[in-house]
């Protein structure tokens, strides 16, 4: 499986700020996405980050709230913007990676914890 | 209606113990699924895929229903180490089709 470095793990923000969340992996990787949990909910997606186009968001969430940028393979951002105490959430980048003859898989970095005040 | 709906437990059993989850999912028009545990306050992991035939991975064993629209994740001779949420994830195609369920807890104890 691939490594995914996730920084920052954990963040305390002030409302009204941004925070940007960086995700590299080891290794040339199919694709990569953004998932958002919060406390006692199950993961949603965020958006799908393309290299080296626009990322392809979901129903709910707008390039304006959560700009993404992929300019290669192996690296993303995403950035939380004008926080609010309900972005408190943890941030999870996630890539998909062959691990055999058309066999591909899921993995996710380990997360950022995200407090807004 | 929820998409996904597990148990949230939490299931409490001792070690050595033998323990089953359910899903059941209401999209038919699912194809892939999958079964991830996350350890608390860390990133979901990958435990195994789901076929139609049923598939065992030591420990494990997964089975798909689709005419009941469910899957179930058996556990055998359960260790302190299972302890943890288990997640079950149906996909309709690809990997940006994937919904996550709010999973089942499991508490193995000595």
């Known amino acids: 499986s691939a490594v995914i470095s996730q920084k920052p793990s954990r963040d305390i923000c002030q409302r009204g700020t941004s925070l940007t969340i960086q995700c590299q992996v080891d290794?040339?990787?199919?694709?990569m996405f953004w998932y958002r949990q919060q406390p006692g909910q199950s993961l949603t997606l965020i958006a799908t980050?393309?290299?080296?186009?626009?990322?392809?968001?979901e129903s709910g969430f707008v390039i304006d709230k959560f700009p993404i940028s992929r300019p290669n393979l192996t690296f993303s951002t995403l950035t939380v913007s004008n926080m609010s105490p309900e972005d408190s959430s943890i941030y999870l980048c996630?890539?998909?990676?062959?691990?055999?003859?058309?066999?591909?898989?899921?993995?996710f970095g380990s997360g950022t914890q995200l407090s807004v005040l | 209606r929820k998409e996904v709906e597990q148990d949230p437990g939490p299931f409490n059993v001792p070690e050595g113990a033998t323990v089953a989850f359910n899903c059941t999912y209401s999209n038919s028009a699912s194809q892939s699924f999958f079964w991830y545990r996350q350890d608390c306050r860390k990133e979901p992991k990958l435990l195994m895929s789901?076929?139609?035939s049923g598939n065992e991975d030591g420990r494990f064993t997964a089975q798909l229903n689709r005419a009941s629209q469910y899957i179930s994740l058996l556990i055998r001779d359960s260790k302190l180490s299972d302890s943890a949420t288990y997640l079950c994830?149906?996909?309709?195609?690809?990997?940006?089709?994937?919904?996550f369920g709010t999973g089942t807890r499991l508490l193995v104890s000595p």
């Open positions: 996630s890539v998909v990676t062959r691990t055999g003859f058309a066999n591909e898989k899921l993995f």
């Open positions: 980050a393309n290299q080296g186009s626009e990322a392809t968001y």
């Open positions: 290794s040339q990787v199919t694709m």
């Open positions: 789901v076929y139609s």
């Open positions: 994830v149906p996909s309709t195609g690809g990997f940006q089709k994937l919904v």
